[in-house]
């Protein structure tokens, strides 16, 4: 089983920073691609940032220049360094991370972490 805590997320008036970590534990061969995922109330899921093995990041138009995203390996650790937010920044952050195990792949997600953006 593979478990992702995500830890961060809070109140932040806009203009200003946050940083989200999301690390993954239990039976981890190897870890692919790494991402951050957004749900504002009463809207879809949408993606944010993601970032593969090698690195090659990839991101929304609506935080290119704002967001970055970053991967420790060796922690097993995916970061989202959040900065210049605003208000349509706010909703639950949800960390989602493709995992190698011995036996198969398996996509898993984070439980969300809300960050809330004031005006």
């Known amino acids: 089983q593979v478990q992702l805590v995500e830890s961060g997320g809070g109140l932040v008036q806009a203009g200003g920073s946050l940083r989200l970590s999301c690390a993954a534990s239990?039976?981890?061969?190897?870890?692919?691609?790494m991402g951050w995922y957004r749900q504002a109330p009463g809207k879809q899921r949408e993606l944010v940032a993601t970032i593969t093995s090698s690195a090659y990041t990839n991101y929304a138009d609506s935080v290119k220049g704002r967001f970055t995203i970053s991967r420790d390996n060796a922690r097993n650790t995916v970061y989202l360094q959040m900065n210049s937010l605003k208000p349509e920044d706010t909703a639950v952050y949800y960390c989602n991370v493709v995992v190698e195990t011995s036996t198969r792949y398996l996509e898993v997600w984070g439980q969300g972490t809300l960050v809330t953006v004031s005006s």
């Open positions: 239990g039976s981890i061969f190897n870890i692919n691609a």
